[in-house]
């Protein structure tokens, strides 16, 4: 995993969301940036751009055509990019969600770091990011501290019936509970009012 600037990945963001959008390959902006993008902690780690499985040869390649190192993982599910140090994956299968027209149309437009681009949509972030737990990499610190920081933003019953399916999401939700992060099932809070990240 990549670990730069702040501003390198601003930079790099930059240059990639040009890059496929001048070539018309649709892509959403996912994990840690997208949950900054709302009010979560900073990164410091790879970018996360979601795409449609039929669209990820043509994304590499406009990538590369940028000036970016390609690379095809053993991994299935994701190309990766090179910008210098700078780490993008290219995610077209990530686990538990079907890249589909519906996903990209749950997105939301923002600006980010001055440039507009599409957002996955929060709870299809989390959603992916529960499920990719497993055995070798249960490290629930990192997810705890986004949601704890978007707290009043999740649909919390909704991302309990996407991710049931894992035993470690369930893990999580007995953590977030009891840090006091997530209601408890059934539970509402009230007068909860969504935080969001200016950014200019």
Avoid: C
Wanted: charged share 30%; net charge negative.
């Amino acid at each position: 995993m990549a670990d730069e600037s702040f501003e390198a990945i601003e930079k790099t963001l930059k240059k990639a969301i040009a890059a496929l959008r001048e070539a018309e390959v649709p892509v959403l902006l996912g994990g840690s940036l997208a949950i900054w993008a709302r009010g979560g902690p900073e990164t410091r780690h790879d970018l996360d751009f979601m795409l449609k499985p039929e669209d990820a040869e043509r994304a590499l390649g406009v990538l590369a055509n940028a000036g970016m190192r390609p690379e095809k993982p053993p991994e299935a599910w994701l190309y990766k990019a090179w910008d210098e140090n700078v780490l993008i994956d290219l995610i077209f299968q990530p686990r538990g969600l079907e890249m589909t027209d519906e996903v990209f149309e749950r997105g939301e437009d923002r600006e980010v770091l001055s440039i507009s681009a599409r957002l996955m949509s929060l709870e299809d972030v989390f959603t992916t990011k529960l499920l990719a737990i497993e055995e070798h990499s249960a490290n629930f610190s990192g997810v705890l501290l986004m949601t704890r920081a978007l707290r009043e933003q999740i649909d919390w019953d909704g991302l309990r019936e996407r991710t049931r399916s894992s035993p470690f999401a369930k893990a999580f939700f007995v953590l977030a509970e009891e840090l006091g992060i997530a209601p408890r099932t059934g539970e509402r809070r009230e007068g909860a009012r969504p935080r969001v990240r200016v950014v200019e």
